[in-house]
């Protein structure tokens, strides 16, 4: 892998009422590369890493099963973070406000809104609680990693998705209102689906060959591919197909073909490939591995990683290869270990390496010497 300078590393965070967490903060020296979180199930580790893909991403990754945002009784969330980047490390303050339904991002005082898509300097690449869901669950959870990678390269992909769901959502009106000629909205469909499948195709392409490199290690993972579905039938033309199916969308009331309709598939012998929770685990950790090098081989700096309980599920040899590819990436990585289960050794602790205890009084940094570790 070619060398090159670490991506935006976390210095410090503070945050307030964010579900669980009613006030905590931390605060690493800059040359760390690794922070571990550890606590009892409950504690507020993920609610942790959340804080942070909140700083980046200006919502949650959490379903609704996890929970208001805002800690019960209060009206008010707030997160602050701290992060430096580049060769002069330059200093990124950041923050994120939730009252109500109204929130608000800004970095280093400025609205999150004014600054260029190619300007946001904080990406994260986040392996969560539950990632074989992206595997199994809907389409569009697929659909949202792919153009969330290809968006890094491409920033114009976000109004080009926003131009398609307008679109989407007034051709379905009318087939709603069965009306029999073709409908307004089909060449706008076309060109809009057209456009995105050759911004989707091009950052795919590299995606698989780098994934499928990667995968040779897992043996789990042997005659798997991963399949890109455009959407539509990549033999026929769109405008053609739009016309065969006016019957069957106006009985449904809705599009049924086009680049909304996009998905990912992983495929073993063209069926889809099953895997256990551990191994669907792994497969969304290599997805991620892989879409980084594309983004570094674009020249992009690295991303930020929040890592959630990856070792669950994983025999001691699979923990180790995975662990050697996060390693092997100039990163700062942010990961979150049940009590007692993946933490290293006090003598193991290193100059990049910061280890924190979160409980429900706060969050105690953990050093060399018990005595000396410190309740932040």
């Known amino acids: 892998m070619i060398d090159r300078p670490s991506g935006p590393r976390l210095v410090s965070l503070r945050v307030m009422n964010l579900r669980n967490l009613r006030e905590m903060s931390l605060a690493v020296e800059p040359e760390t590369m690794e922070i571990q979180i550890s606590g009892s199930n409950g504690a507020g580790k993920t609610t942790l890493l959340e804080s942070i893909y909140l700083l980046a991403r200006g919502r949650t990754f959490r379903g609704r099963k996890a929970g208001p945002l805002t800690t019960r009784g209060e009206s008010r969330t707030l997160v602050e973070g701290r ?7 330059t200093d990124l303050a950041m923050t994120f406000e939730r009252r109500g339904n109204w929130s608000a991002r800004h970095i280093n005082g400025v609205p999150w809104t004014q600054i260029g898509p190619r300007d946001q300097p904080l990406r994260v690449k986040l392996i969560g609680e539950n990632p074989q869901a992206i595997l199994e669950g809907e389409p569009s959870l697929r659909r949202g990693l792919l153009d969330w990678n290809v968006f890094h390269v491409e920033p114009s992909l976000a109004q080009l998705r926003s131009d398609l769901r307008r679109v989407i959502l007034q051709r379905n009106a009318s087939l709603r209102a069965n009306r029999p000629d073709p409908s307004p909205w089909d060449p706008a469909l076309v060109e809009l689906s057209n456009r995105l499948t050759r911004s989707r195709c091009a950052f795919f392409d590299p995606w698989r060959r780098q994934f499928l490199d990667i995968a040779r ?73 892989a879409a980084e090098q594309v983004h570094l081989d674009a020249g992009l700096s690295p991303s930020l990683w929040l890592i959630d309980d990856l070792d669950a599920e994983l025999d001691e040899d699979v923990r180790a290869l995975l662990g050697h590819r996060l390693a092997a990436i100039p990163a700062q990585r942010i990961t979150s270990q049940p009590k007692g289960r993946g933490a290293q050794s006090f003598d193991e602790l290193t100059d990049g390496y910061a280890m924190f205890h979160v409980e429900p009084t706060g969050v105690r940094r953990i050093t060399r010497d018990p005595i000396a570790s410190s309740r932040i």
């Open 217 to 289: 290690e897992f043996p789990f993972l042997a005659d798997c591919d991963l399949v890109f579905d455009q959407g539509w039938d990549q033999t026929s033309d769109l405008v053609d197909l739009l016309a065969r199916s006016r019957v069957s969308e106006i009985q449904r009331g809705q599009s049924l073909v086009g680049a909304h309709r996009a998905d990912l598939r992983l495929r073993r012998h063209q069926a889809p490939a099953h895997l256990s929770r551990g191994q669907a685990k792994v497969a969304v950790c290599l997805l991620q591995i």
């Open 83 to 89: 992060f430096i980047e580049g060769e002069h490390n």
